[in-house]
């Protein structure tokens, strides 16, 4: 009997037993097939020989042939429908099973060694072998579970292989980390070294700078003792000064007393009082006057005013009828176009400290200047040539304002005080105190016998000029009132304050007509415009509203921030609002077509802001102490 080894060969049967291994190397054989190749051979198995038996032969008949002469449409449709149903059992039975449901068997023993020497041309072995393998399983020596498998090498190379690229995967994956981690590393070190050697420049700085102060005190403190030499020199040689003077004036005197005496000696007269005061007066007249009598006489020639006004106790009557308001027919005739086109054209450096307020005569072309180094000034438009200085006051300045006829002037002052100047001499006529903190505006009455006036004691104050009194006080404000102006042509009083509502006063009875807010911060200035008709209020944010004063309701709020609003001022016509602002630029707002225009040209803060009469001239006054003009 002949055996022939085939080539193909299932794994499933190949192994008796059937033993099943992990699912992942089923998986792998099952990509790459569920068969293996052997070499064929043949192998002569020595039995008893049958020769003797008899085999029947089979016709090659075909089953599915229908005999003639028995053939109907029934039959036909039923061998049909019966071959399909074997076909498609045969389909189903050779599909390939998938990667779930094929499983790895590994290779047997037997079939391994068989494999091993057919490849190593062993033929003879192989038959021993063979021999001797199947004589064993014939009287059943060898059992089943003695059987080993033997590890499939290539299954296992290949899951070697897949592990090696998914390390190789992983390993790749951890480089770029690492090199990025790397880069990052050397990044926050370089930052580290900036930032390092930024903190130590920054404490050099800081040495140097508290080495130079240090210095500095030392050098200031050194000035010290020879300041204090200085001003008590000087104060002794004012008082010798003053002394030698008196003695002066004394012999003086002395001498034209005698020579008087001597006259009318020789002339025969007697010595009369009268005459000797008239002759003495003229004959000092034709010499030249020292500076102690100048002094004494501008004295009584200041006190004569004073004198004067005490005298005249009673008190001024608020007007009942007043004029009607010249502005509003000026409105009526100007229809010429608002005018928000200006360029520098000057610059007028007046004050060595900010110019804290700047102010129009009513009817000249002067202007005024207040200043933080206690003085005002007079300037003529449009060359700035200084006409008069005034100073009296002993702190800064805060405000001025015109009287109506344009010959006097207020002003006031952080040192709690308003005064009044006659600008014909320059001189101070009248000092109104009763304040208990700064003052910081104040403003005239149409009628020129009342000033008002605004200070960080949150109060108000009416002042009669004639009667030199504080008529009443208007309480109401809970922070400071940092302007007051009257309502052009009445007793009408406005007033801002910190604590961002605007008030509206009747001045004849100091009460508090009506009390607007809107404001979300402090407001630092609140003006009418000429026929007064509107309010327009500027705060510490930047924040400019413009209010109807007839329904007392707010318009319109322009957000100019963050820079504080200093002040704001209307031009003769009403339709244009000038504000000065913290950043130094002076906006304009066209109030019909709602158009800003910056102007910028300050070095520094702009404080106050005022129009020519005609609008032609913008005047504007800032923290560096000039005043510019915009034309």
């Not at 490849?119 to 003879?124: D, I, L």
């Not at 994956?173 to 930024?198: G, I, S």
């Not at 005018?339 to 054209?345: G, H, N």
């Not at 207040?370 to 800064?396: A, Q, R």
Request: hydrophobic share 35%; proline share 4%; glycine share 6%.
């Amino acid at each position: 009997m002949k055996r022939t080894l085939s080539g193909p060969r299932p794994l499933d049967v190949a192994a008796g037993a059937g033993f099943m291994a992990a699912g992942e190397t089923a998986e792998a054989v099952a990509a790459e097939g569920a068969y293996y190749l052997e070499q064929l051979s043949e192998v002569t198995i020595t039995e008893a020989s049958e020769d003797d038996y008899q085999y029947d032969e089979v016709s090659e008949q075909d089953d599915l042939s229908i005999p003639e002469g028995d053939e109907d449409l029934t039959k036909a449709l039923q061998m049909i429908q019966e071959k399909k149903e074997d076909t498609n059992i045969l389909a189903q039975k050779t599909v390939m099973p998938t990667k779930q449901s094929l499983s790895e068997v590994p290779e047997v023993v037997e079939d391994f060694l068989c494999n091993f020497l057919i490849k190593m041309g062993m033929t003879r072995t192989l038959n021993c072998f063979q021999n001797e393998w199947y004589e064993l399983i014939q009287k059943g020596s060898l059992k089943t579970p003695d059987v080993r498998f033997v590890p499939d090498v290539y299954t296992q190379n290949m899951l070697l292989d897949s592990e090696n690229k998914s390390l190789k995967k992983d390993l790749k994956r951890y480089k770029d980390a690492a090199e990025k981690a790397r880069e990052d590393l050397l990044k926050a070190q370089k930052e580290r070294d900036f930032h390092r050697m930024h903190h130590k420049r920054i404490v050099q700085e800081k040495n140097s700078l508290i080495s130079d102060l240090k210095g500095l005190k030392l050098h200031y403190a050194s000035y010290e003792p020879t300041i204090r030499v200085l001003h008590d020199r000087h104060h002794i040689l004012l008082r010798q000064k003053m002394l030698t003077s008196l003695e002066r004036d004394k012999a003086v005197g002395q001498i034209i007393g005698l020579q008087t005496t001597l006259r009318n000696l020789e002339t025969g007269h007697s010595l009369q009082v009268p005459e000797i005061r008239v002759g003495h007066r003229c004959d000092r007249e034709d010499k030249p006057e020292g500076p102690t009598q100048k002094a004494i006489r501008e004295a009584r020639e200041q006190a004569r005013p004073k004198i004067k006004l005490k005298s005249n106790t009673k008190d001024s009557k608020f007007p009942i009828n007043i004029q009607p308001n010249p502005d509003l027919y000026f409105y009526k005739e100007n229809i010429s176009p608002p005018k928000t086109e200006y360029k520098l054209s000057n610059i007028f450096r007046l004050h060595e400290l900010p110019v804290s307020c700047v102010a129009i005569h009513p009817r000249k072309d002067i202007l005024v200047s207040c200043s933080e180094d206690h003085h005002w000034k007079m300037v003529g438009i449009p060359k700035g040539n200084v006409i008069l200085t005034g100073c009296g006051h002993t702190d800064w300045l805060s405000g001025c304002c015109f009287h109506p006829s344009g010959t006097k002037l207020a002003t006031s002052s952080g040192d709690t005080t308003v005064k009044l100047w006659d600008l014909v001499k320059g001189d101070c006529i009248l000092t109104l105190g009763g304040h208990s903190h700064a003052v910081w505006s104040c403003t005239w009455h149409s009628c020129g016998d009342f000033v008002a006036s605004s200070s960080l004691d949150t109060t108000g104050k009416v002042w009669d000029v004639n009667s030199e009194r504080c008529r009443y006080t208007l309480r109401g404000h809970t922070d400071s009132v940092n302007s007051i102006e009257f309502f052009p042509f009445s007793n009408t009083l406005l007033t801002s304050s910190a604590d961002k509502s605007l008030s509206i006063w009747d001045a004849r009875m100091g009460c508090c007509a009506q009390s607007l807010y809107g404001h979300m911060h402090s407001i630092n200035d609140a003006t009418f415009t000429a026929r007064g008709h509107m309010i327009a209020s500027c705060d510490t944010c930047g924040v400019t509203k413009i209010w109807d004063f007839r329904k007392l309701l707010p318009m319109v709020s322009i957000d100019i921030g963050p820079s504080p609003g200093n002040e704001v001022a209307f031009d003769s016509s009403g339709r244009v609002l000038a504000q000065a602002s913290g950043n130094g630029v002076i906006h304009l707002l066209d109030l019909k077509s709602g158009q800003i225009r910056k102007l910028m040209g300050h070095e520094s803060e702009a404080h106050s802001v005022v129009f020519s009469h005609d609008r032609e001239i913008l005047f504007s006054g800032g923290s560096d102490g000039t005043v510019r003009t915009w034309s």
